[in-house]
T-cell receptor, first 113, second 117 residues
Framework: DAKTTQPTSMDCAEGRAANLPCNHSTISGNEYVYWYRQIHSQGPQYIIHGLKNNETNEMASLIITEDRKSSTLILPHATLRDTAVYYCIVRVGLRGGSEKLVFGKGTKLTVNP | NAGVTQTPKFRVLKTGQSMTLLCAQDMNHEYMYWYRQDPGMGLRLIHYSVGEGTTAKGEVPDGYNVSRLKKQNFLLGLESAAPSQTSVYFC????????????????FGPGTRLTVL
């Protein structure tokens, strides 16, 4: 399975952009990159996903390099409520049409006042 | 619309005891999953189901059994609990993927914190 590598922790000032990097150098051509976050050990919350094009939604932007070996999640204006563990995940296909999300250890993002 | 719910929220077992964790979703999702999360780690897939009456093994299935008798429910059973099964258990569900490409995502429940003494 493709693995992801993320920094263990990052800090960001409130109101500033938070840029969270992820390396996934062994990703296959048809494997999607997903980002989830987990706040206070709650269930993971979906943020965004992409295959090879950059993506943007109401929560964040996802920048994927042309070779697809790395990506960056951007929270444009971080708030204190964005403090969480952020997981960069590769979506791997399973038999029967389903898939599994391969989680790493994630990045603990702390947004400071 | 409650989304994905899990019962119970907390449980303490003694080694050798059995229990069943219940996951329910009201979004009419075809696929359901059980994960476990150990301290400082990401989630690992235990079992999953692609439809009513079907189940399959994930990465760490040993010591667990599952059943999907109704589309909205996915049960995770521990027949003889062991201390190594102390963990937080998360259930997730999603629609079956679009034939034109996988675009949907998994929605997670709030988790069940299980301690086995």
């Amino acid at each position: 399975d493709a693995k992801t590598t993320q920094p263990t922790s990052m800090d960001c000032a409130e109101g500033r952009a938070a840029n969270l990097p992820c390396n996934h150098s062994t990703i296959s051509g048809n494997e999607y990159v997903y980002w989830y976050r987990q706040i206070h050990s709650q269930g993971p919350q979906y943020i965004i996903h992409g295959l090879k094009n950059n993506e943007t939604n109401e929560m964040a932007s996802l920048i994927i390099t042309e070779d697809r070996k790395s990506s960056t999640l951007i929270l444009p204006h971080a708030t204190l409520r964005d403090t969480a563990v952020y997981y960069c995940i590769v979506r791997v296909g399973l038999r029967g049409g389903s898939e599994k999300l391969v989680f790493g250890k994630g990045t603990k993002l702390t947004v400071n006042p | 619309n409650a989304g994905v719910t899990q019962t119970p929220k907390f449980r303490v077992l003694k080694t050798g005891q059995s229990m069943t964790l219940l996951c329910a979703q009201d979004m009419n999702h075809e696929y359901m999953y059980w994960y476990r999360q150990d301290p400082g780690m990401g989630l690992r897939l235990i079992h999953y189901s692609v439809g009513e009456g079907t189940t399959a093994k994930g990465e760490v299935p040993d010591g667990y059994n599952v059943s999907r008798l109704k589309k909205q429910n996915f049960l995770l059973g521990l027949e003889s609990a062991a201390p190594s099964q102390t963990s937080v258990y998360f259930c997730a569900s999603r629609y079956a993927p679009d034939r034109q490409g996988p675009t949907d995502t998994q929605y997670f429940g709030p988790g069940t914190r299980l301690t086995v003494l």
